[in-house]
């Protein structure tokens, strides 16, 4: 069954047709699944429409069919109730702000949380007491430095060269900016090191693409001075402050953020043949791991709140053709291949390369874009607020 806009499915479901629409989309449950499903806040509450002789008619408020598809669709990446709900938010769906407030400040609760955990351990192994300032700040550096040392898949990849010395400074800075939300004076040549660290460096300041010139054009040392604003306690406190228009008014930018930068990273490091061509290559996948809107929807909101609206209007609608162009380039694979040779034929050598790289991406599915019915076809949003119209 294809997927419907809200608003286009007027019956009530009763609880047999939610079963049976669970059944096929491939996951299908039991009644005591809905009612787990209910009390987590997943799926709105049935209300009794009237009777049947006099057993009462229970129906659930129209669409809920497609809220449940959606839902089971996240469940396949995660079980954690808040970040379902945040997901089925970001989709449209009817979950209170207040919900989704309550959901992102008990997660990022969690990983402050944990991160006064790892910084207590690594006191305790150095011998010294959590308490004390002094021996905090040694084990924040011993963190520091053990994060720095691992390799393979890690939070942070190494992408180009760095000294050891230098990577270890620059994780430190890190946790102590974006982890731990303290004011630094970091020098220039610090902030210079921490970008080429994330890989944002010197890609990120020298690269073009068309007309437009390379997008990191301040001083390094603005990262380290937004920790102020993106730091985990600030955007703890971002969220228990925020307000219902708030979270609404980050909707659409967050979506834009989750569904269409990775997918332009990855169009953009296919065609110039480098994965990190924008020096964002640790965000290419962030639509893959959902879990990443924990961080992402409080940082648009404390952006917000610092006035920086016309910033992230201007990278919302930079990011909006991306989904059609990705379509294009899926459109591509469909092109008979003599059709599609002839047509290449034409264009310069450099310009075949790149074509040729798309369409190896689009057959390898780094193009799919959200693929669940529950990303409501057709949605149409207020662009003030990212709230369905």
């Known amino acids: 069954m294809p997927p ?16 049976q629409a669970a059944a096929q989309a491939g996951s299908p449950i039991t009644g005591r699944m809905l009612e787990t499903f209910r009390a987590d806040g997943l799926i709105p509450h049935p209300h009794r429409a009237g009777y049947r002789g006099r057993a009462p008619v229970w129906r659930y408020p129209s669409g809920t069919e ?87 898949t890690t939070p942070l990849p190494r992408r180009s ?30 902030a210079a090191v921490v970008e080429r660290v994330l890989g944002l460096a010197p890609n990120g300041r020298r690269n073009t693409i068309a007309d437009t010139g390379p997008w990191m054009t301040g001083p390094a040392e603005d990262l380290l001075d937004a920790a102020g604003i993106v730091g985990l306690p600030h955007l703890l406190a971002a969220v228990n402050d925020a307000s219902d228009a708030d979270l609404m008014a980050a909707r659409q930018t967050v979506a834009a953020l989750f569904r269409h930068l990775p997918l332009m990273i990855r169009m953009l490091g296919a065609m110039f043949g480098d994965d990190n061509y924008t020096g964002l290559a640790g965000m290419r996948q962030i639509d893959q791991h959902p879990e990443s809107l924990t961080y992402i ?66 057959i390898e599915g780094q193009f799919d874009t959200y693929p669940v019915a529950s990303r409501h076809e057709g949605l149409n949003t207020d662009p003030a607020q990212g709230s369905p119209s």
């Open 66 to 152: 497609l809220q449940l598809v959606a839902l089971l669709r996240w469940r396949r990446r995660s079980k954690d109730p808040d970040l379902l709900k945040v997901l089925l938010w970001l989709d449209g769906f009817a979950i209170a702000p207040s919900a989704v407030r309550t959901a992102l400040a008990h997660q990022l609760q969690i990983m402050a949380d944990a991160m006064e955990r790892e910084i207590s351990q690594h006191a305790r192994r150095l011998g010294l007491d959590p308490a004390d300032g002094t021996a905090r700040s040694r084990a924040i550096d011993a963190l520091g430095q053990t994060i720095a040392a691992k390799r393979g």
């Open 4 to 19: 419907q806009a809200p608003g286009a499915q007027t019956a009530e479901p009763d609880t047999a047709a939610l079963l």
């Open 297 to 362: 929807v409080p940082l648009v909101i404390a952006m917000l709140k610092a006035g920086w609206k016309e910033n992230l209007d201007a990278v919302t609608a930079a990011l909006s053709p991306f989904p059609d162009l990705a379509e294009r380039a899926q459109h591509l694979l469909d092109l008979p291949s003599a059709t599609l040779t002839a047509n290449l034929a034409e264009q310069p050598t450099v310009a075949r390369e790149r074509v040729q790289r798309i369409i190896d991406a689009a």
């Open 161 to 190: 060269r760095v000294a050891a010395q230098d990577r270890d400074r620059a994780v430190t800075l890190m946790i102590r900016t974006f982890g731990l939300g303290e004011t630094l004076h970091g020098t220039a040549e610090d």
